[in-house]
């Protein structure tokens, strides 16, 4: 079940995500849900990912400047 994203700063496009033992899931703008792994983006980007998802600040930053398209998959 995806959380929603607390957005600290009022201007993400992230809304929500979902973590699992090896990725994240991310939606944004209540819309696209993209699936982030770590074979995808690696392990060390999906742990900082979900350190970032939890804290409710600079996910949106992190994957634009550092994650771009290294996503799994699209999924919805």
Known sequence: ???QYKNL???S?????EESSDGISIEF???AVY????????KRAIEKM???AG???G???YISQHIQDKYESKIK
């Open 1 to 3: 079940m995806m959380k």
């Open 9 to 11: 700063t009022g201007t």
């Open 13 to 17: 496009g992230v809304t929500a995500y």
């Open 29 to 31: 703008n209540h819309e």
């Open 35 to 42: 699936l982030y792994t770590y074979s995808s983006a690696g």
């Open 50 to 52: 979900k350190k970032l």
């Open 55 to 57: 804290a409710g600040k």
């Open 59 to 61: 996910l949106s930053t």
